[in-house]
């Protein structure tokens, strides 16, 4: 609310009441599947980019990807993957004699952006609670103060987003509640690249040394 008192011959004050419910949180502007959103920095520890000849690649295990951080293994999940933004466009119908021509050059884009995204991929690096992941973006924008808006009624149930904010533009852009993603990445992945990461340190650290007693019992092999 807006309380405006003027007094002639001296001047205007203006008193604007903001609810305690307003936030302004720090965002990181990402953009994937060719739409903004916001993550909150406080969830971000890192930016990487990752490259498949580089320190920072990412490799598969089982069929989940893992970044390689620092001869680390995080589980990594992809942004348009997750909120399924491959196929959101129906395709549109065209002529016979034109279809040929045209997968030709979607062949041609496909390949333009296949050769694109393994030269180079950013990787949002996330920890929420003591679960760290990465998201994987198409580009990384900027920093930015935002007021977050809260979820329609109708979208609460949608819960890989905790609000909204627009943008200094105008436009709307969705806020990716990290906790979400978390849930989505799920325990299995992060169990499986911490008991590879726990496996690498084991073979690069010298072990304890502890005094054991060799016996053989029912058979040759020693145990």
Do not use: C, W, Y
Not at 21 to 31: G, Q, R, S, V
Not at 80 to 99: C, F, H, I, W, Y
Not at 122 to 142: A, K, L, M, N, Y
Not at 205 to 218: K, P, Y
């Amino acid at each position: 609310s807006i309380d405006l008192h003027s007094v002639e011959g001296q001047g205007t004050s203006v008193k604007i009441k903001i609810p305690l419910t307003l936030a302004i949180i720090p965002a990181l502007i990402i953009e994937a599947g060719g739409e903004r959103f916001a993550i909150p920095q406080l969830a971000v520890t890192e930016l990487v980019r990752a490259h498949p000849a580089g320190p920072n690649s990412i490799e598969k295990i089982k069929d989940a990807e893992v970044l390689r951080l620092r001869e680390a293994l995080l589980p990594v999940i992809r942004l348009t993957n997750l909120l399924k933004m491959a196929g959101r466009k129906a395709p549109e119908q065209v002529p016979e004699e034109d279809e040929q021509g045209q997968e030709q050059e979607q062949s041609q884009e496909q390949g333009k952006n296949h050769s694109r995204s393994a030269e180079s991929t950013f990787v949002v690096v996330t920890r929420v609670g003591s679960q760290e992941f990465g998201i994987i973006v198409d580009e990384v924008f900027h920093t930015e103060e935002i007021v977050v808006k809260p979820m329609s009624g109708m979208l609460k149930g949608v819960g890989i987003f905790s609000g909204n904010t627009i943008m200094g533009d105008g436009s709307v852009i969705l806020i990716v509640d990290p906790n979400g993603v978390a849930q989505a990445v799920g325990p299995s992945g992060s169990e499986d690249a911490a008991s590879k990461n726990e496996e690498q340190k084991d073979e690069g650290q010298e072990r304890e040394v502890n005094s054991l007693l060799l016996f053989e019992a029912g058979s040759n092999d020693p145990k």
